[in-house]
């Protein structure tokens, strides 16, 4: 009998978060100067991807939940092969593409990923790539495709890229990460500490001062759970309301890393916090041109936190929290919006969220699927959107022979959640990925086309404002009234 493998109570939960509305599916397209050699692809999946068990194993039910199963009729041709189509697929008709089989589910049957190379008319060709989110979370998932490529040279027996799935690099060169490695540190901290627990007990009565730490995060936990428990819905908008099976998506061009660094360094901020910013401003333009009133409108969306320890480097599974953050979309003053953002950001590196959603989710994967659908419903209704931000190589990288130009990526929503936004560093420049439900969002390369305009408004000031003037969101919005004919 092939070998089984029980799987884990947080992957159990993302398996059966399926729905016709919202598939767990992490997509992506990867485009290319040129033409794959694709002897050359297949024989980089075999030797680096394979190699992780996940790829070669189905989904099997038994009578107590799901294991991994070794699949006895593998084949590599059922999950990479070749689109064959009249006629290239330009910008529009790739997106169609991936957007549809962004609603058609993985067959069950067969281990739960699929690559397709496809032939278009952007220079080359594109590898479109959907795994299912059971297999691992997004910085995993990053790591395993990335160790595909050929290395810096492209040529064939080129020494592999090396990605470490935990990557932790300088902030000079992934300023935007600042976010999710200072968030880190606390989360380890706290799981330290409750992990330590009953070890530590008798140290604890004979040191007052560590058992004051201990009731500090314990009080900070309960607050936490009581803040998800209370948490009222976000503002209703368009991008909310009941999703049908289709879904559409859209990419921006990507934008120089250097000149947002720049930018964010003049105004005392962090990357992250200007690319949210530019992503809240774009939604704020899009409601406003459709004549939607967004006095005191909130949006909430949910944040992955990688929560991968040492010990996780090289594995696969989810390995990651959830945290929320309101983004305003009511003041039309990009300043206040960015310094506000910036607050909340910064509240959110103490809050002790990641922790407990993974936990939440380990524990609803133990429960029966009707239970898990009620819990997880309840947090995805607090929420607009989903929002990542994955800093990728900051060297072009060749796979196959050719040069991966921009490679984009999707994650699933939950529930009744109608919005993906997806941040993505590479080769020293910074794009978005969206993807929404047709029913709600029918044109998201409206929203994407306007992220650029937005990073400009900083861009503008940085340039023509006095600097000392730039921490003052109202002295700034009143100079450029004076100023205005």
């Known amino acids: 009998m092939p070998s089984r493998e029980r799987i884990s109570n947080v992957d159990t939960a993302w398996l059966r978060m399926d729905r016709p509305s919202n598939l767990m599916q992490i997509v992506g397209v990867m485009l290319f100067d ?20 996940r790829f070669v194993q189905r989904v099997v039910a038994d009578g107590t939940g799901y294991c991994w199963q070794d699949d006895p009729d593998f084949c590599l041709g059922n999950h990479l092969r070749r689109v064959v189509r009249r006629g290239r697929l330009d910008k529009a008709g790739l997106q169609r ?15 739960l990923w699929e690559m397709l190379v496809v032939d278009t008319a952007l220079g080359g060709q594109a590898l479109v790539l959907r795994i299912h989110h059971s297999i691992a979370d997004g910085i ?75 009731a500090r995060v314990g009080r900070d936990v309960a607050g936490e759970i009581a803040k998800l428990a209370t948490m009222a819905n976000d503002s209703p908008t368009r991008f909310k309301g009941k999703l049908g099976t289709r879904k559409q998506l859209a990419w921006s061009e990507p934008i120089p890393l250097a000149e947002i660094k720049e930018v964010g360094r003049v105004l005392g901020c962090s990357v992250n916090d200007l690319l949210l910013t530019a992503v809240a401003g774009s ?35 989810n390995r990651f929290g959830l945290v929320t953050l309101e983004l305003p979309l009511d003041d039309e ?8 953002i910036r607050k ?37 209704n607090k929420a607009t959107a989903v929002m990542t931000n994955v800093p990728g190589p900051q060297t072009a990288l060749y796979l196959a022979g050719a040069r991966l130009r921009q490679p984009l990526f999707w994650v699933p929503q939950s529930g009744n959640i109608g919005m993906g936004v997806s941040i993505l560093s590479y080769a020293g420049n910074v794009q978005i990925g969206l993807m929404t439900g047709h029913d709600l969002v029918p044109d998201p390369q409206d929203i994407v086309d306007r992220f650029a305009k937005e990073f400009d408004k900083f861009l ?26």
């Open 333 to 340: 003053n990009p300043l206040a919006r960015l310094y506000e």
């Open 34 to 53: 040129g033409k794959l050699d694709f002897a050359r692809l297949k024989l980089a999946v075999e030797q680096r991807m394979l190699v992780h068990r």
């Open 344 to 380: 909340r950001m910064a509240k959110l590196k103490e809050s002790y969220q990641a922790e407990l959603t993974l936990s939440i989710l380990g524990v609803v994967g133990m429960l029966p699927r009707f239970v898990q659908q009620s819990v997880l419903d309840l947090l995805a």
């Open 97 to 111: 593409f991936v957007a549809d089989l962004a609603a058609k589910p993985l067959d069950q049957r067969r281990p």
């Open 140 to 214: 995993a998932l990053v790591g395993v495709i990335l160790s595909l490529a050929d290395g810096a040279s492209g040529r064939a027996g080129s020494t592999p890229l090396v990605v470490s799935a935990n990557h932790d690099a300088g902030e000079d060169e992934h300023e935007q990460d600042i976010f999710w490695r200072a968030l880190w540190h606390p989360l380890a901290e706290a799981g330290r500490l409750v992990s330590d627990l009953r070890e530590q007990y008798s140290d604890l009565l004979s040191n007052p001062k560590q058992l004051m730490g201990f």
């Open 460 to 485: 503008m000031l940085v340039l023509m404002e006095p600097w000392e003037r730039l921490g003052d969101p109202e002295a700034v919005a009143a100079a450029l009234a004076r100023e205005s004919p």
């Open 283 to 317: 939604l704020r333009a899009y409601l406003v041109d459709r004549g939607e009133d967004v006095a005191g409108v909130e949006i909430r969306a949910m944040v992955p936190v990688n929560l991968r320890g040492p010990d996780d480097m090289g594995t696969l599974g």
